[in-house]
């Protein structure tokens, strides 16, 4: 028995343990089913190359996290990085925010994207769909040069069924004095966007930070405890192995479309219903080592086009040099699919390496290595259903006293930063009521 228990020991579950502790409790496990913790925040090394599960760079702007990161981790082993984003479509490369950096393009391209912008449909009421959404903010012309087929590669879903509700921080606005701007000038220094300054480690990848983090730990992780049913009832965890975990309080870190198939016991039934409607796509994560010294001086080229599958290609030797062995560069570029075939997908990753290889010039002789991660559970997709019937669905697991938190637990977007921070704050919110049960 174990009054708190922790499914995932992915940045969120860690950051829930760590702070349990922090607060004198200590009467809780966290059980992994991988091997290893850090969830989608790890690093694979390979052949002297550093590949993340896809590009993960730390955003600060909270003062808990920073003063955090400057005790556990130490900001002198970070690289402090001013953002080198680009987009590459019509043959040219502009800078990100496509909509403040226009020149360079056709000159009818502007005049579309300008104009459109001045005509958009003006609503006192936000837009719940994301397609009237960009119209609204934007305009017919920077819709359909950019935010369109970029976001219906990066979703894999139609746009007119998905809500504008995630847009906030990740889709910064522009006026008419900054689009005339960035058209009629060379893009000069800017700090647009909640990416526009990132941290990364010096060295081993974005899980330097999360195995900081882990050593803080006192309590072990049970990993390679993969959870095959939860009776919500009777407050047990059952795992592959046969074992079993009593709890009195549970924290859910696994996706929580996963987690709901799980609970075995009569109300398994609505919970299953509610999971095949939580919706989300699968990134193909292919990452390669080049034997070629700056193959590219950008950070990340974002491709809207539809003839280019990928809708990322990043650069991780620019993060440190520590990503890629002397003399080499390291690449990752990215795809995402909703419920294809497996072969399918394999046929989408080979144009995919094919077109890469093109576009930066690099011949098969010049690859040292590759690695390709597969992320079943990337973006959630925020759907009218979501948007109504989720709150519902955490309602129902708190009445039951089970907490699901983090990205895939509460089904949304979060940087590591609001991981962590999620993490601390249901650390916090249940050991105070531990403390009035027994005061």
Request: charge should be positive; charged fraction near 20%.
């Amino acid at each position: 028995m174990a009054e708190i228990v922790i499914i995932g020991a992915g940045l969120t579950g860690l950051s829930a343990a760590y702070h349990l502790e922090k607060l004198g409790f200590t009467d809780y496990k966290l059980f992994e089913k991988e091997s290893e913790v850090g969830g989608l925040c790890r690093s694979v090394y390979q052949d002297g190359f550093t590949f993340d599960y896809t590009g993960h760079l730390l955003h600060i702007n909270d003062d808990y996290f920073k003063k955090f990161i400057d005790t556990v981790v130490g900001f002198e082993n970070f690289n402090t990085i001013s953002r080198r984003s680009f987009i590459y479509s019509q043959g040219i490369y502009t800078h990100f925010p496509f909509q403040v950096n226009l020149f360079g393009l056709p000159p009818a391209t502007i005049a579309e994207c300008i104009e459109g912008f001045i005509t958009r449909p003006q609503t006192k009421k936000v837009p719940k769909d994301f397609k009237r959404w960009v119209l609204a903010n934007f305009g017919k012309g920077i819709a359909e040069h950019f935010f369109y087929p970029y976001q219906e590669k990066i979703f894999s879903y139609p746009l007119e069924k998905l809500s504008s509700s995630w847009t906030g921080r990740f889709v910064p606005k522009t006026s008419l004095t900054e689009m005339l701007t960035g058209a009629l000038q060379p893009p000069q220094e800017q700090h647009i966007g909640y990416n526009a300054q990132f941290f990364y480690p010096k060295k081993d990848g974005i899980f330097f930070w999360v195995k900081k983090l882990y050593e803080q730990l006192k309590q072990p992780v049970y990993l390679q405890k993969t959870v095959t049913k939860i009776n919500i009832k009777e407050k047990k965890v059952i795992f592959t192995d046969g074992s079993c975990q009593h709890y009195t309080t549970l924290i859910n870190t696994m996706p929580l479309n996963t987690f709901l198939t799980l609970i075995k016991d009569s109300s398994s039934s609505n919970f299953s219903r509610s999971a095949k409607k939580l919706l989300c796509n699968s990134v193909v994560n292919f990452n390669l080592g080049i034997k070629r010294e700056n193959l590219s001086d950008k950070h990340w080229i974002y491709y809207p086009e539809k003839k280019f599958p990928f809708y990322r290609i990043g650069f991780s030797h620019n993060f440190a040099e520590s990503m890629a062995p002397q003399g080499h560069s390291s690449l990752y570029g990215e795809f995402s699919y909703l419920q294809k075939p497996h072969d399918e997908v394999w046929q989408i990753l080979q144009t995919a390496l094919n077109q890469t290889k093109k576009i930066l010039k690099i011949d098969d002789s010049e690859i040292a290595t590759e690695k390709i991660i597969t992320i079943n559970h990337a973006y959630v997709i925020f759907d009218a259903w979501r948007d109504k019937n989720l709150p519902l669905i955490h309602q129902r697991l708190t009445e039951y006293n089970i907490h699901s938190i983090g990205r895939y637990g509460r089904w949304k977007y979060s940087s590591m930063q609001e991981a962590l921070l999620e993490g601390k704050e249901i650390a916090e919110k249940l050991t105070f009521k531990k403390f009035l049960l027994h005061k």
